[in-house]
């Protein structure tokens, strides 16, 4: 069992920057896949970035220059960091932790932006 906690949401202006967190624990296997998910209401869940144990990183089309995701092994903790936000970015972002085994989700940190 993994368990995610994920913190650094809030309200923040169009144009403003914020820090996303998700600590894991658990059974860490030392190959993984951390993700971010956002949701707004009313909408599908979708996949903002994604980065392996070895660094490799992937972002959806929406976030590509603005947003950077990054993660320390020793910690288990993923990190988003989320700059020239818009009013669009905003939703419930849910990090998500995949090994060979099994997937797991945190409980999600609201996001908003105002513009």
């Known amino acids: 069992q993994v368990h995610l906690v994920e913190s650094g949401g809030g309200l923040v202006q169009a144009g403003g920057s914020l820090r996303l967190s998700c600590a894991a624990s658990?059974?860490?296997?030392?190959?993984?896949?951390m993700k971010w998910y956002r949701q707004a209401p009313g909408n599908e869940r979708g996949l903002v970035a994604s980065i392996t144990t070895g660094g490799r990183t992937n972002y959806a089309d929406s976030v590509k220059g603005r947003f950077t995701i990054s993660r320390d092994n020793a910690k288990n903790t993923v990190y988003l960091q989320m700059n020239s936000l818009k009013p669009e970015d905003t939703g419930a972002y849910f990090c998500?932790?995949?090994?060979?085994?099994?997937?797991?989700w945190g409980q999600g940190t609201q996001v908003t932006v105002s513009s």
């Open positions: 658990g059974r860490i296997f030392t190959v993984n896949t």
């Open positions: 998500n932790y995949e090994d060979w085994t099994d997937k797991y």
